[in-house]
């Protein structure tokens, strides 16, 4: 028996509609926020004073980390928008800008050109960029998860989050591909724009794809309830905190992994351990592959036995397995760099099946948007922005090559215990009570109440109650 506030199921033919639409709109936008990783080396010569190459790279990287900056307020903004107009309109605008600040990076002139103006004209488009990337991951995943059948929501999610790591996968083919076939001269030219340029194309392509989707059912239905909170971060700071807690603890794991697979591994390959360049993306592509297929298939196990067991293996995974793919990667030869990320990427990928879904568990429709973009934007920028600088820097003071491996198993290690604890969601419903009304003008703090509705008197506290089965 469902909730009778609950609408119909999505027709199959347009869940597909909008699985496809958010897959594709991620690795656009994805695709636009990495491409500045895999040119990291060149945007260092040509943005930089070229005087010192350790310094040169950690200005890009720190360019690279004050995007995430702009993240944040992005969630805020996007998902303040998102749970009071609906996550439809809100995903296309994100996906334009994203297009308009990486076509502009492919436009700017260089420092030599213009002097210090190019860094800081770059640090404009960084910020455009984060902007937009902090209302994207939580949005589209949002839309999925309230058109997808309850049973299956860690694998439809699971699905479109893997396709973040596709981007990377193509950028850093597209840049290979560039690499090899212009010469040096040219490459430095004009031929590192080309990636940029593309990414603000097919932003074009985004635009159409989510103007061709329906508005979420459980927006639809919240809104037909009129219980569309007027302040949703109020709301959330006010009733969730809890819930961002586990949403920040889960988040610092997922950005720290992606961003070290995505923004950092090849050029720790190429510039740390001292792999060829080409080798270098070509491990990495592997290796993001691997987390590509892992993530809907972890997502899926998360649906028959649940978030919380998954989420405790794939954490505990990242926890023991970080230093030997590091010791493996580090071992100066492509076999050894393919092997050493293909593991990481395994025990990332087993951690990233479930977590999207998590993420938007844990609130109600009428503060979703917002409460997982806070949560998980605000870890991003601690924890993911900041990975590449901050395993540039670490390798350089310590002089080890396992130092940023350290850094992440302690990481996971510390996830791991807070997995522990985080309430099991995969059998509640995206419309609680809260959502329509039925338990009054508001529902107890952190609440997650079940699929069907009970008379009596509600418990006093669901989570603490779930969270310690």
Request: contains cysteine; glycine residues 10%.
């Amino acid at each position: 028996m469902s909730n009778p506030s609950t609408p119909s199921l999505t027709p199959r033919s347009a869940r597909r509609r909008v699985v496809t639409s958010a897959a594709i709109g991620q690795f656009v936008e994805w695709y636009d926020f990495v491409v500045y990783a895999y040119a990291a080396s060149i945007v260092a010569t040509l943005f930089f004073p070229a005087e010192d190459r350790v310094a040169s790279l950690l200005s890009t990287f720190a360019v690279y980390a004050v995007g995430f900056l702009m993240r944040p307020l992005g969630g805020l903004l996007f998902g303040h928008l998102g749970d009071k107009l609906g996550r439809r309109g809100v995903l296309a605008v994100i996906i334009l800008l994203m297009g308009v600040s990486t076509a502009g990076i492919g436009l700017l002139p260089t420092y030599q050109q213009i002097g210090i103006a190019a860094p800081v004209l770059l640090l404009v488009c960084r910020l455009l960029q984060g902007l937009s990337a902090g209302g994207e991951a939580m949005g589209s995943n949002a839309l999925v998860a309230e058109h997808a059948p309850q049973g299956k929501r860690g694998m439809y999610v699971g699905f479109t989050y893997s396709f973040a790591n596709l981007p990377a996968v193509f950028a850093a083919l597209f840049v290979l591909l560039l690499t090899n076939t212009l010469s040096s001269a040219s490459y430095e030219s004009w031929g590192w724009r080309v990636p940029f340029l593309v990414g603000g194309l097919l932003s074009l392509v985004g635009l159409y794809i989510r103007s061709r989707v329906s508005e979420s059912p459980a927006f639809r239905a919240t809104q037909a309830a009129e219980r569309v909170t007027k302040a949703p971060i109020v709301t959330v700071l006010r009733d969730h905190r809890r819930s961002l807690g586990f949403s920040f603890a889960m988040a610092a794991l997922s950005g720290l992994g992606f961003y070290t697979l995505t923004g950092y591994f090849s050029t720790y390959l190429s510039e740390s351990v001292g792999l060829d360049s080409n080798e270098a993306l070509i491990s990495n592509c592997v290796a993001l592959t691997v987390a590509f297929v892992t993530m809907p298939l972890a997502g899926q196990w998360s649906d028959r036995i649940g978030r919380r067991p998954v989420l405790v293996v794939g954490a505990a995974a990242s926890a023991v397995l970080s230093l030997p793919a590091y010791l493996l990667a580090s071992a100066g030869s492509l076999a050894t760099a393919v092997a050493g990320q293909s593991l990481l990427a395994l025990a990332l990928g087993v951690f990233f099946g479930p977590v999207g879904i998590v993420f938007l568990e844990l609130f109600p429709t009428r503060t979703r948007y917002s409460g997982s973009s806070i949560g998980y934007n605000s870890a991003y920028v601690v924890f993911g922005g900041t990975a590449p600088l901050f395993g540039t820097w670490i390798v350089d003071v310590s002089g080890s090559l396992l130092a940023p491996a350290v850094y992440m198993a302690v990481l996971s290690a510390c996830v791991f215990v807070v997995a522990l604890r985080i309430p099991e969601s995969h059998r509640d419903s995206l419309i609680r009570n809260e959502d329509t009304g039925g338990a009054g003008d508001e529902a107890p703090a952190d609440a997650h109440p079940s699929t069907e509705p009970t008379p009596s008197k509600p418990s006093a506290d669901p989570v603490r109650k779930e969270a310690t089965r």
